[in-house]
Each structure stands twice: as structure tokens, then as C-alpha cells.
């Protein structure tokens, strides 16, 4: 290992910010470290999963502006309230939900399996009743089918707006029939399998849609949550716009969000430059950002020159 004097100012910050955005998903004090990415994995290298869930940048944005549209369905909200550490222990709940995603993607094909497996468990114990007096319970297989896809147009939508902006229809596609895979096993029922379904199922859940106190609580308390340090501030904020930003128009009207026609290119092009830096301190760490990321931008950026 090279002797930090003799690290350039490039390299200091370039491990200095690989660092910092492995601690956002890592719990290195209980151990955990970065997931290893598997040849046994449940999808194979090279698939679009594996491009749009290996850009650290886009599934921070991505994830969340999806939790920001879950928590607009009561029971959704519900279950993260009343069963949730989320509360106190916010980074917690985000780094197991990254975790998990990780595992399933690229982790090898057993410890996926039996990540599942665990989290099936835990919705089988999470149940209550809403305020209206309509009881809920996390298993089941619509609201299952809810979460999912608010998460699958949130990472995807990301990674068309900072990652990939020509992304075509059939990738798209493809995308939702490999995390529909995950979403089947979880128990979710129906698992959109295109780019319109996924669209058409989001619109058929808007009537079950509500903005409450509690929803409001959960989005300041996201929004607005401290930065582990302050070298991360100026990401996260960029983050935290970026996210509303790209919420369908809907959503954002639901929640109160302004449209933000005025600052969207300064919100757009500090997510993008962000993203850019972050792809180069991964790459030139030669870890965490997968192959198929690097490429596929690198081989877009090529052919617009």
C-alpha cells in the first residue's frame, strides 16, 4: 500500500470520496463490506440490471424519489412508521434496503436467495391497522407489488436522467422483467414486466394515493436529514433535489413539490457533475462502480464526440 505522502491531491480525494460514499453504505463498524459481485449471481454480467443498479450516483437519486412516491400509499407509510426503526435510525433502514438490493443483483446466487428468504419473513410480522380503521399487512401481494414498482421507475429513472439519457424502450423493458424476478419471489402480485405496465400500474394506484401529516413528517425527515459529514453535504443536497426532480409530474404535485422548470438545469447539472466525479473515483479505484457502468457511459460519452 502506497504511503498517503506520496499520494497525489488527485488520489487523496479520489479515496477520500470512495470512502465516504462506501460508509453511507457500508456499517463497517458491524463489519459489512462493499458486496462482492458474483459470476453465480441471480442475473448475469453485462445484463441492464447490473448496468443501472452499478451506478452508486443514480441508485441514491433513484431510491430516494422512490421512497418519496411509497410513502404516498397509507399502508406503505404505515409499515415503515409503525414497525420501523426508520425513525431513529434512518441511515440503518437505508444502508439494509441498499444492501439488499446489492445481494440480489450481484451478490452471489445462494446469499440472494436467502436474502429473500429474510426479508419474506419479517413482512409476515409486519400487520396493523391504518388510522381509517383498514387493516394492512406487508405481505400482501399488492402492496408488495406497489413498492416495487415505485422503486424499479425510481432507479431507472435515474439512470436515464444522470446515466444513460438513450436508453432505448427495449432496455427499458428488459430492466423491469429482471426486477420482476426479485418482486415475484418477495410475493408481489401484479409485477409489471414493461415500461407500460409499470406506468399503467402506477396510475391504477392513485386513487389509494394520500398527502397526511405523516407523510409530510416522513418526507422532511428525508429530505432534510444531516450529512454524515460534511464533505457529503453538498452530494446529498444535490441528491435530495435531483430526487424531486425527477418524480413524475403527478407525485410531485401530490406532495406540494414546485415543478422546478426554473432551477432544473442548475438541479440537472450538479446530479449529472456529481455522477461524473463519483464514476471517476470508482473507476480509478478499480472497485464498487460494476464494468458494465463504466462502459456503457464511457462508450455513450464516445459516440456523441
Known sequence: MRNIASLSPAD??????????????????????????????????????WRVHGDVTTMMIGGVSALLLQMLHPAALAGIWDHSSFRGDMLGRLRRTARFI???????????????????????????????????????????????????????????????????????????????????????????????????????????LVLDERTRAVARMILTQPAQSIAMRPVQKTVMRAAVDILPDWAKAQHGFGRSRATRPLIRGGAYGIAHLLRWAFRQNGQSVSKEVLESFGGRTRART
Do not use: K
Request: charged share 25%.
Open 102 to 208: 446489492a445481494l440480489t443483483t450481484f451478490g452471489d446466487r445462494d446469499d440472494a436467495q436467502a436474502a429473500i428468504a429474510r426479508v419474506a419473513q419479517v413482512h409476515m410480522h409486519v400487520r396493523g391497522v391504518l388510522p381509517d380503521g383498514t387493516p394492512y399487512a406487508a405481505s400482501d401481494p399488492r402492496l408488495l407489488a406497489w413498492v416495487h414498482v415505485c422503486e424499479a421507475v425510481g432507479f431507472l429513472d435515474a439512470w436515464i436522467a444522470f446515466g444513460d439519457p438513450w436508453m432505448t424502450r427495449v432496455d427499458q423493458d428488459r430492466y423491469f422483467a429482471q426486477t420482476g424476478q426479485v418482486a415475484r419471489a418477495l410475493g408481489a402480485d401484479p409485477v409489471p414486466e414493461t415500461r407500460a405496465q409499470a406506468e399503467a400500474l402506477m396510475q391504477d394506484f392513485r386513487s389509494e
Open 12 to 49: 487523496l480525494t479520489r479515496n477520500m470520496l470512495v470512502r465516504r460514499v462506501q460508509d453511507v453504505f457500508n456499517d463497517r463498524v458491524g463489519g459489512e463490506r462493499p458486496v462482492v459481485r458474483s459470476d453465480n449471481a441471480l442475473y448475469p454480467r453485462g445484463s441492464v440490471i
